[in-house]
């Protein structure tokens, strides 16, 4: 698998790959992308997207972040990226973005990690509903595993109407009563 954007951010990646160098990292291939581990734990990754390409930090939510450069992607616990669009702008911040590596190896030496709170969807009514009609099924959904219950709740909560959420639920159904989850429907 080659990393997405990869020819487009060769330049600011190669960039970055220099600053890493300096650093006691194990660059090594992963999802297709380079990655820097300590002790065989991921530290930070780098990535190409379509409008930047980024340093990424597993633990990135545990740096202080004074300079304001770590974002938050979606609904990611944890990780952090910095973006860069130019070399010119790597190198102007080395100084920051080495202070930042060493913050996250001294976390990763200390054996910090973000406690990750599971992702709290709601219980639409029509399952509610669903579940009052057919106790049967609301054990099976029960029984599932706690991610596949997100996903389910994930997926039904996703419509904006009630017909297109009591569709899902119907059509989710064999599926929950078979014990597998939204990714394993087929």
Not at 102 to 111: K, L, S
Not at 166 to 173: H, L
Request: hydrophobic share 40%; aromatic share 10%; with cysteine.
């Amino acid at each position: 698998m080659e990393m997405a954007y990869r020819k487009r951010w060769q330049a600011e990646i190669g960039e970055l790959q220099r600053i890493l160098s300096g650093f006691d990292l194990k660059e090594e291939c992963k999802w297709g992308k380079p990655c820097y581990t300590m002790n065989g734990k991921n530290v930070v990754i780098l990535e190409g997207f379509k409008e930047y390409c980024a340093l990424g930090f597993f633990q990135g939510a545990l740096l202080q972040d004074p300079k304001k450069l770590l974002a938050q992607l979606g609904q990611v616990q944890a990780a952090r990226v910095m973006k860069f669009t130019r070399v010119q702008e790597i190198a102007a911040k080395a100084s920051t973005i080495k202070a930042y590596v060493r913050e996250a190896m001294a976390a990763e030496a200390a054996g910090m990690k973000v406690e990750k709170k599971p992702a709290q969807f709601p219980v639409p009514e029509e399952l509610k509903e669903k579940f009052r009609n057919d106790p049967r099924f609301k054990r099976a959904f029960e029984a599932l595993t706690p991610g596949r219950q997100r996903g389910y709740l994930y997926h039904f909560s996703g419509a904006k109407r009630a017909e297109t959420r009591t569709a899902r639920i119907e059509k989710a159904m064999p599926a929950i009563f078979a014990g597998r989850g939204w990714l394993e429907r087929r």
